[in-house]
């Protein structure tokens, strides 16, 4: 007998408002922390380690959330979900009594460990509780809370860091969780089927050791470590071992945590595809534009986060919008429109120029926006109407990795990209060379006080070199872009798929 999930016995807009505010707190972590940043190291300094509070969560979040999707499958969503919170919780309590920033990087740990759960158990849960017709209208709903989170948590870090303390960008999570946690376990009520479950405890060890050598490949290639050192070499074949013998693992478990005949489906495989490769746009655009906006176009950071936020803007309306027309067009033509959308803004952002100003930036942000909404909408939903209760969980997981995998390669492709192309242009132009290579040229181009020390000659020569290894960055968006598009022209459109 097939796991259920009886709706006639579930409250439905309880459960949905408790889903939401659980995907809310997930998801408005990384703008909250990121605008209390410079505050925190104030207190407690370690500059040196400040990308590793953001790369600790989300390292931790990848390699757990694959291990979650399956275990929601064996015991039911609401277990597993409520475990994710509560220690998601814990780790925002101890998070905001660190007192050395090692101390916050590994409660940042146990927050990224707890949010595995989060996201992908709270949008299996609608899928299960939703028909097919109600679930692309409510997925678009929920794509909407990442908008929304884009918008407030900048605001919300920047009081709450000013006028109460840092701290509280982590104990706000508390009554958001609490409230999350009784939603779901008074409102919910699942059934899952009874039986004897077989977990592969070896898999998961093998994927997590190969994910977390992939990561720190990324995280510190180029940057702690060469390309070409004996570290990179060593983690890369890591990696490469362990993927190999996870993937014979799965082929050979009866119960596996990715069932590798998912992806013998044609949907799969593509909609995987597109969301990795889309991923990668997402952190391109993310990571690089304020950067354009206010070392090259001299912009604030107001500005800066506005042309961030179009897309922020333009994501839930696409979301919205491609919830109500799947039903009536298909899932193909909604994801090839996004894929079009994605194009159009890669190629504002290849065009881009100081001269055209943040309305430019902001409208290729938008594009990119809208692209993200009507795309990952459609996947989700397309995804988990094609598959049955018992794999629905470790479905959706798949596909939510493959968007943080894309997101981390995206950083350090993208980055890489942008490192090599600053250093060629100062090469070829010569002058102070020496000088250009030790110092960081954004950091300067985006202090007041040190860009007025430079001389107008060196200050124009780094300007120029970081429009260039911008450009070059939008060029591989771009291309990037097309690669989506070309997978999304292969994804079918399963009509029949109303699970």
């Known amino acids: 007998m097939r796991a259920v999930t009886l709706n006639k016995r579930t409250n439905r807009p309880l ?39 953001f790369s600790a969560y989300l390292v931790m979040q990848a390699v757990t959330i694959l291990i979650y999707g399956k275990l929601s499958d064996l015991f039911g969503r609401k277990p597993i979900f409520v475990f994710g919170v509560v220690t998601f919780l814990i780790g925002s309590i101890l998070c905001g009594f660190a007192s050395t920033m090692v101390m916050l990087i590994i409660f940042r ?42 918008i407030l948590g900048p605001l919300l870090g920047g009081i709450l860091v ?88 799965e082929s050979r478990f009866e119960e596996p945590m990715m069932p590798l005949e998912l992806w ?13 490769t889309s991923g990668m746009i997402l952190m391109g655009v993310s990571s690089f534009l304020p950067t ?76 990119i926006g809208v692209g993200m909404g009507l795309t990952s909408t459609t996947f989700i939903v397309a995804i988990q109407s094609s598959v049955e209760w018992k794999r629905r969980g470790v479905a959706t997981a798949n596909n939510m990795f493959m968007r943080m995998l894309g997101s981390a390669i995206g950083a350090a492709l993208l980055g890489g990209i942008l490192n090599s192309q600053m250093k060629r242009y100062f090469n070829q132009h010569g002058e102070s060379v020496a000088r250009l290579e030790s110092v960081d040229v954004v950091e300067v181009l ?33 291309i990037i872009a097309l690669i989506t598009l070309l997978s999304i022209l292969f994804f079918p459109n399963p009509h029949d798929s109303k699970k």
């Open 15 to 53: 459960v949905l408002a408790a889903i939401i505010m659980s995907m809310f707190m997930s998801a408005i972590e990384g703008t909250i922390v990121a605008t209390a940043m410079p505050g925190i190291v104030a207190e407690l300094g370690g500059f040196s380690l400040y990308s590793w509070v």
């Open 109 to 150: 740990l146990i927050q990224g460990f707890g949010a595995g759960a989060v996201t992908p158990i709270a949008t299996t849960i609608v899928g299960d509780i939703y028909s097919l017709e109600e679930r692309a209208k409510v997925q678009g709903y929920l794509s909407s809370v990442w908008g929304v989170s884009a």
């Open 162 to 249: 000013q006028y109460v303390n840092w701290s509280w960008i982590f104990w706000i999570n508390i009554p958001i969780g609490i409230f999350s946690i009784i939603g779901v376990v008074f409102f919910l009520h699942e059934h899952p089927e009874k039986k004897q479950p077989k977990i592969d405890y070896a898999g998961a060890t093998y994927l997590l050791i190969a994910v977390l050598a992939i990561m720190l490949v990324l995280i510190q290639g180029g940057v702690a470590w060469a390309w070409s050192s004996i570290e990179i070499i060593t983690l890369g074949a890591i990696a490469v071992t362990f993927f190999a013998i996870f993937m014979y693992q």
């Open 264 to 276: 013998r489906q044609p949907l799969m495989v593509f909609a995987n595809v597109a969301t990795l």
């Open 292 to 367: 354009f906006v206010q070392g090259v176009m001299g912009q604030t950071p107001i500005i800066a986060g506005f042309t961030l936020t179009t897309m922020s803007i333009g994501w839930p309306i696409a979301s919205t919008i491609a919830g109500r027309a799947m039903l009536k067009v298909g899932f193909r033509p909604i994801a090839i429109i996004g894929g079009i959308a994605l194009v159009i803004g890669s190629i504002f952002f290849v065009f881009l120029t100081p001269a055209l100003g943040p309305i430019w930036a902001g409208l290729a942000s938008f594009f």
């Open 446 to 478: 985006l202090n007041e006080t040190e860009k007025q020390s430079l001389s107008e000659k060196t200050l124009y020569l780094l300007q120029d070199g970081l429009i260039f290894g911008l450009h070059s960055v939008y060029w591989g968006l771009l």
